[in-house]
């Protein structure tokens, strides 16, 4: 079944504390990666290889470009997430 | 010709087997303790050799879960230590003069638990679990980067690389640097985290290692006559060292002078002491001339003594060879019978064990002698600590690596 964006949100909010150690609070949609959360290229990739476990969902190097914000990630995990 | 520059020891920190910071590490020492156990873990099952010396504090109980996460079990280990060292200097948070900052602080095998489960990852699922951050947690310069980036080190942030001499040597390079002018403040040391089965499997292949595994706390004992190879330890020591005149106009409390170092290389054998001690004897003569001292001075020596049948003695021959008739006025300590050995890790601790010493004016104990070897004649400190005598007196700590490395620091009482 697919999860809500408010689903994926908390879940992705888990990630990002994990990976990047930032408050999962903070990881709000309109925050970006690099400019408000401190995740750099590195810690992206971290964040992106759990995130592909954990929604089942395949994010290539390409669509990784085009996250720039929480809420860009969120709706790319929505659309692309297993049905 | 100008006058060279001293350099001094003004702070000093430790994570370690018998504690978890330079004052429980001192008092581990004191008391005797050994930080030596078994292995419990499955893996360590099928090894001939089932037991090291673990630290006494893990990295979990100290650092944020993201740092653990970041960085290698080595560079936790130095960090740890060279927070304690910079605090304990009187610094807080990044320094002032980032430019006129360096870094020197080595490892023997640098991130080694990482690279295998990366490697292990590897294969179980394939090239996408190889985490982005495998290379700057595997690389041997990975502690001395994180200390520098900790402390905002801008003058030179150097990892030497010289198996068992590692730490010690980062230490006399130091002491250059801030000769030469490079830097006014340099953190130093030498950190490892090797435990794990496969150089514990390798070491043991080399009939390096001590197989007593029904007595692992009686397994290290240098000098004693059934000595059968050293015990791995793992762990980091960090000195903070400082030009005299930079630690004087700040007002800061010196432990100790850090004299000079002398360094050689074999050039016998990859793994194999050279019996005679030739290369140990050349290094100890330069640190004689380069700190300026004449052989009564000594007055104590952290011995490298691993607890290896041939290198104990080659050691100690090198030793009297050097200071002749004076030899025998040196409190020799063997402290690898509490903490083991540390590899890269080692020389550092055992400095910081020697600074400690001249501070307090007390020279630890070596444990696990039952019969005192024969062929060593020198007074080794046995079970209980021994007083150093009062007024100017110097101390020795020595360290070689495979590879034939040779490194001997020099301290002088403050």
């Keep these: ?41 590195l810690t992206m990739v971290e964040v992106v290889v759990a995130a592909e476990e954990k929604f089942g969902v395949k994010i290539p190097d390409d669509a990784v470009k085009d996250l720039s914000t929480v809420g860009d990630a969120v709706s790319y995990i929505e659309k692309n997430q297993a049905a | 010709m100008t006058a060279r520059k001293s350099v001094v ?42 037991f090291a010396a673990r630290i006494a504090v893990e990295p979990s109980e100290l650092l944020k879960p993201v740092e653990i996460r970041r960085l290698d079990r080595s560079a936790q280990f130095a960090l740890i230590a060279a927070r304690e060292a910079w605090k304990d200097a009187g610094f807080e948070g990044k320094f002032a003069e980032p430019t ?28 996408r679990a190889v985490g982005p951050r495998t290379v700057p947690m595997l690389m041997p310069n990975s502690p001395a980067a994180y200390v520098g980036l900790e402390f905002d080190a801008r003058a030179g942030v150097h990892a030497p690389v010289s198996a068992c001499a590692t730490g010690a040597e980062a230490v006399g390079h130091a002491i ?103 290369g140990v004897a050349e290094a100890l003569a330069n640190a004689l001339v380069d700190a300026d001292l004449s052989p009564s001075d000594i007055r104590h020596l952290n011995a490298h003594a691993t607890s290896t049948p041939r290198g104990d003695i080659a050691e100690v021959m090198a030793f009297t060879k050097v200071l002749g008739s004076a030899a025998e006025n040196v409190a020799i300590s063997a402290t690898k019978s509490m903490h083991g050995h540390l590899l890269g890790g080692t020389g550092a601790i055992e400095s910081v064990a020697t600074v400690l010493a001249l501070h307090h004016r007390q020279a630890p104990p070596t444990i696990n002698v039952d019969q005192l070897d024969p062929e060593i004649t020198l007074d080794v400190v046995r079970d209980k600590p021994r007083a150093l005598p009062e007024g100017q007196i110097a101390a020795l700590n020595d360290s070689f690596g495979f590879g034939g490395h040779n490194v001997v620091v020099a301290f002088r009482s403050a």
């Design chain 1, 1 to 41: 079944m697919a999860l809500t964006q408010e689903e994926i949100l908390a879940d992705l909010a888990e990630i990002v504390e994990e990976v990047a150690g930032v408050d999962k609070e903070e990881v709000q949609l309109d925050k970006s990666f690099t400019g408000d959360l401190d995740v750099d290229s």
């Design chain 2, 9 to 50: 020891v003004t702070g000093v920190g430790a994570t370690t087997p018998l504690g978890g910071d330079a004052a429980s590490f001192w008092d581990g020492l004191l008391a005797g303790r050994s930080g030596v156990r078994t292995l419990t873990e499955d893996w360590a099952e099928p090894l001939p050799v089932r």
């Design chain 2, 100 to 127: 006129r900052l360096g870094v020197m602080v080595g490892s023997g095998i640098g991130g080694v638990t990482t690279l295998l489960s990366a490697y292990d990852a590897l294969v179980a699922k394939g090239p």
């Design chain 2, 176 to 278: 250059e640097m801030i000769r030469s002018g490079r830097a006014d403040v340099v953190l130093a040391g030498g950190t490892e985290a090797a435990i794990h089965p496969l150089p514990i499997a390798a070491f043991a292949n080399m009939m390096a290692m001590s197989k007593r595994n029904d007595e692992p706390e009686r397994a290290s004992r240098p000098y004693d006559v059934d000595r059968d190879g050293f015990v791995l330890g793992e762990g980091s020591g960090i000195l903070v060292l400082e030009s005299a005149e930079h630690a004087a106009a700040r007002g800061a409390r010196v432990y100790a002078e850090a004299a000079g170092v002398g360094f050689s290389a074999d050039s016998h054998d990859i793994a194999q002491p050279e019996p005679d001690g030739r």
